[in-house]
Protein backbone atom coordinates (compact mmCIF):
# COMPACT_ATOMS: atom_id res chain seq x y z
CA UNK A 1 0.00 0.00 0.00
CA UNK A 2 1.14 3.74 -0.76
CA UNK A 3 1.11 5.92 2.19
CA UNK A 4 -0.83 7.96 2.15
CA UNK A 5 0.32 11.86 0.83
CA UNK A 6 -1.18 14.80 2.84
CA UNK A 7 -3.02 17.43 0.35
CA UNK A 8 -0.72 20.13 -0.75
CA UNK A 9 -2.37 23.60 -0.33
CA UNK A 10 -3.49 23.76 -3.74
CA UNK A 11 -5.45 20.95 -3.61
CA UNK A 12 -7.14 21.63 -0.34
CA UNK A 13 -8.26 24.85 -1.60
CA UNK A 14 -9.54 22.72 -4.59
CA UNK A 15 -11.23 20.45 -2.63
CA UNK A 16 -12.56 23.26 -0.59
CA UNK A 17 -13.89 25.03 -3.49
CA UNK A 18 -15.49 21.85 -5.24
CA UNK A 19 -17.25 21.17 -1.71
CA UNK A 20 -18.69 24.90 -1.28
CA UNK A 21 -20.11 24.42 -4.80
CA UNK A 22 -21.51 21.01 -4.60
CA UNK A 23 -24.93 22.15 -3.46
CA UNK A 24 -25.00 25.38 -5.82
CA UNK A 25 -27.36 25.34 -8.91
CA UNK A 26 -25.78 26.00 -12.38
CA UNK A 27 -25.38 29.47 -12.46
CA UNK A 28 -25.49 29.93 -8.75
CA UNK A 29 -21.97 30.98 -8.30
CA UNK A 30 -21.86 32.12 -5.05
CA UNK A 31 -18.86 33.99 -3.36
CA UNK A 32 -15.47 32.93 -3.00
CA UNK A 33 -12.84 35.41 -2.39
CA UNK A 34 -9.94 36.48 -1.09
CA UNK A 35 -7.84 33.33 -0.63
CA UNK A 36 -4.98 34.13 2.22
CA UNK A 37 -2.49 31.86 2.42
CA UNK A 38 -0.10 31.93 5.15
CA UNK A 39 3.15 30.16 4.50
CA UNK A 40 5.56 29.09 7.30
CA UNK A 41 8.53 31.20 7.41
CA UNK A 42 10.96 28.76 6.41
CA UNK A 43 8.61 27.40 3.34
CA UNK A 44 10.39 27.26 -0.15
CA UNK A 45 7.54 29.50 -1.21
CA UNK A 46 8.67 32.30 1.38
CA UNK A 47 12.37 32.09 -0.46
CA UNK A 48 10.78 32.48 -4.03
CA UNK A 49 10.64 28.96 -4.87
CA UNK A 50 7.46 27.21 -6.31
CA UNK A 51 7.04 24.43 -4.23
CA UNK A 52 5.61 24.87 -1.29
CA UNK A 53 6.97 22.39 1.37
CA UNK A 54 5.00 24.02 4.57
CA UNK A 55 1.15 23.30 5.63
CA UNK A 56 -0.45 26.76 5.20
CA UNK A 57 -3.38 28.48 7.03
CA UNK A 58 -5.45 29.03 4.61
CA UNK A 59 -8.30 31.40 4.76
CA UNK A 60 -10.74 32.69 2.18
CA UNK A 61 -14.27 34.72 2.35
CA UNK A 62 -17.22 33.22 1.32
CA UNK A 63 -20.95 34.50 0.87
CA UNK A 64 -22.07 33.52 4.23
CA UNK A 65 -18.28 34.38 5.91
CA UNK A 66 -14.65 33.95 6.63
CA UNK A 67 -13.73 30.19 6.96
CA UNK A 68 -10.42 28.33 7.06
CA UNK A 69 -9.29 25.49 5.02
CA UNK A 70 -8.36 22.76 6.94
CA UNK A 71 -5.75 20.15 6.44
CA UNK A 72 -7.94 17.72 4.45
CA UNK A 73 -9.28 20.16 2.70
CA UNK A 74 -12.61 20.97 4.40
CA UNK A 75 -13.93 24.31 5.35
CA UNK A 76 -14.36 25.78 8.60
CA UNK A 77 -16.27 28.66 10.32
CA UNK A 78 -14.07 31.23 11.78
CA UNK A 79 -15.99 33.99 12.13
CA UNK A 80 -18.31 36.68 10.58
ZN1 LIG B 1 4.37 26.77 2.16
Known sequence: M???????YMERINK?????LKPKKPGEMGLFLNPEIRHDDWCKVMKGKPECN?????YIELDDGRFQITKA???KK???
Open 73 to 75: GTL
Open 16 to 20: ALAEF
Open 54 to 58: CSPDI
Open 2 to 8: KPIRPLN
Open 78 to 80: VGI
